[in-house]
C-alpha cells in the first residue's frame, strides 16, 4: 500500500514562510502527480498545487506566485514552499497523489497523508 506523511506545518505570523515536507514510500514515485491540498473545518478539500509527471506545475489563483511546489524523485518527496502567508491559508495540508495525469480534483486522487495544520497570525 501506498503511503504519504506530510510534516512542515506549524503557526506563523502573515507575511512569512512554512516549507511542507511529504514523504512518500510503497510504490513508485515518479510514475504518480503529486498535490497539496487543503481544508477548513466545514469545507471540503481545496486544490492547493501539483506537479504532474510530465514535470508541469499547476497552482490554485488564491496561492499562484506564493507557493511553489517542487518534488525529489530520488528521495520521494514533494515540497511546497509557502510565502507570504495570509490568514486565509490557514488549514490543514494534505500531500496527496495519483497513477497518471495530472487533476485538481480531490476525487481522483488515490493516496493521502495524514494532514499538517497551518496556522498563519496577525
Known amino acids: 500500500q501506498a503511503q504519504l506523511a506530510e510534516s512542515g506545518g506549524g503557526l506563523v505570523q502573515a507575511g512569512g514562510s512554512l516549507r511542507l515536507t511529504c514523504i512518500a514510500s510503497?510504490?513508485?514515485?515518479?510514475?504518480?502527480?503529486v498535490a497539496w491540498f487543503r481544508q477548513v473545518p466545514g469545507k471540503g478539500r481545496e486544490f492547493v498545487a501539483s506537479f504532474s509527471t510530465s514535470g508541469r506545475t499547476y497552482y490554485a489563483d488564491s496561492v499562484n506566485g506564493r507557493f511553489t511546489i517542487s518534488r525529489d524523485n530520488a528521495k520521494n518527496t514533494v515540497h511546497l514552499q509557502m510565502n507570504s502567508l495570509k490568514l486565509e491559508d490557514t488549514a490543514v495540508y494534505f500531500c496527496?497523489?495519483?497513477?497518471?495525469?495530472?487533476?485538481?480534483?480531490?476525487?481522483?486522487?488515490?493516496?493521502w497523508g495524514q494532514g499538517t495544520q497551518v496556522t498563519v497570525s496577525s
Open positions: 510503497g510504490r513508485t514515485f515518479s510514475s504518480t502527480t
Open positions: 496527496a497523489g495519483r497513477d497518471g495525469l495530472h487533476s485538481n480534483l480531490v476525487y481522483e486522487y488515490d493516496y
